[in-house]
């Protein structure tokens, strides 16, 4: 199975629902002749039918001009395992704002050009408020397709590139629209008998969109995220089995003897998290989707033709390496630096870290910053400038929580989580906090801020730790608010700090960790000679 193939059968996994919107859909055609009376046929000796039956979608006509042959659609999709709603508005009904509210739902989303003929103005609209709707939310996956029996495709796509803001054209020669991950793709739809070269019928649109949203989403990363998903998706009635009505009862008990009887809210949710968890086979999917063979095919797919090279020096952005052939790449990938050959020219196996930027990325630039946004992906479970964050999100002060105060300086909150609740309303409580140092070499963490990535390292010195005094109000913990479009945490004496994320929690108990260390050496006056036969020193 190739990259692609393996692709488009998670994408056709994780794709569920499709919502389509056509005033000329229809489940029995408009000039279809009657059925004629049921005759009785003689079966067959074992009861079975004379001759084969052929089932409807075979013997039925194709559907002419602009209409859409909803029934065709619908089972089409359905032999997939997908399910599709058919939106049709009647004369003079506007159904936009329904098309709109459906697709925050749906996983795609199709419309026809001509409704009520009016020139693409309601799939424009429709276009409009989507993608409005989903900067809104912070941004999501969307692919948005436009099927229509317009004879002209690229008339309506400069019509959409000219009334929807910030797409452009793909430079590959189809009519396609792109906007980060929003994305609307034009397709023909066939019509009756005569089947245009790019044509598409109704029983043929569900793998079609399959390969397109299998193109457009697709990825090493982006399938580890539709395979998990999909395994969610798929098991999520367990989920709701596991967590049984008949566990009320002993969840309020629990809540009755706990002495902070709140406690019991995140401890549930936590149970629900892990659980979650736990619906997908980790190692099974693991090799699957991301396995040393799926590697190999991505690499030879995505990166068999293309120049690659690594920084020869980790000092030098100029400086790189001779081009590297993709079998070399591919044995490193599998077996790890210790697969790198001394006589290849790879400059060794030291600082390979430093080196790998340009590797598989356009510029050594381009590359760096794609690293830095992976260790951010990896580092943070909520960020301020990246992310969506639901509409009733409220950063809670932590540990792990990173702010930046007036002056710059950028802090790590190391109070533990036990004592950032529960607080006695309008009381001011102190929170401990260790600084960060902004560096680019070494460093322990990247966040991004309003000027972009910065590099940060952990200032482990004791005198380095101060707290600070937050006033919790008339809640039970210490809540930012928005300040500017951004939230903001404000001090007991009115210092206003920054909130740049939450990191995760593994992440935020290593610096605490760190801390804790560092502050718990032991300053032992001892006899040299001992101290120094205990140190390796040789080495």
Known sequence: MSFTELTREIAARFLQTVVVFDDEAYLQAPDDPPPDDAVLVAPGPR?????????ADEVRPPSKNQQLDAKVLMDSFAKRGQVCAVLAPAKHEDLVGTVVDCGRKADVLVLD???????????????NRVLAEDLKQGGRLRLVVIYTGEPQLASCCTTVLEQVKGLSLLSDGRFVLVKENFRVVFIRKTDGATVPGDATSERDLPERIIREFAEFAGGLLPNAAMSAAAAVRENVHVLLRRFGKELDGAYLGHRMLLPQPEDAESFLFELVGDEIKSLFDLPLLADHVVGIASLKDYLAECHGNSQLVLKQSRDSDKKLSPPISIDRVIKVVEGGPKAIDPNWQWGGKSHLHERLHPLFHATITDGERWYAAFARLSSFRREAFTGHLPDDFEPMLSLGTILKDPAGRYLICLQPVCDCVRLDCNVPRNFLFGEFD????PFDLVVRDETGDVRLRFALSPYRVFPIAFNPGNR??????????????ESADTVQYGWIGDLRRLVAQRFACRFSEQISRIGLDEFEWQRLHARKIDT
């Open 113 to 127: 050009w001509q409704i009520g003929k009016d020139n693409g103005d309601t799939a424009v609209r429709v276009v």
């Open 476 to 489: 039970a913990g210490i809540v930012a608010r928005r300040v500017g479009g951004l939230f903001s945490f």
């Open 47 to 55: 009861g079975e039918h004379p001759t084969p039956i052929e089932s």
């Open 438 to 441: 902004r560096s680019e070499k």
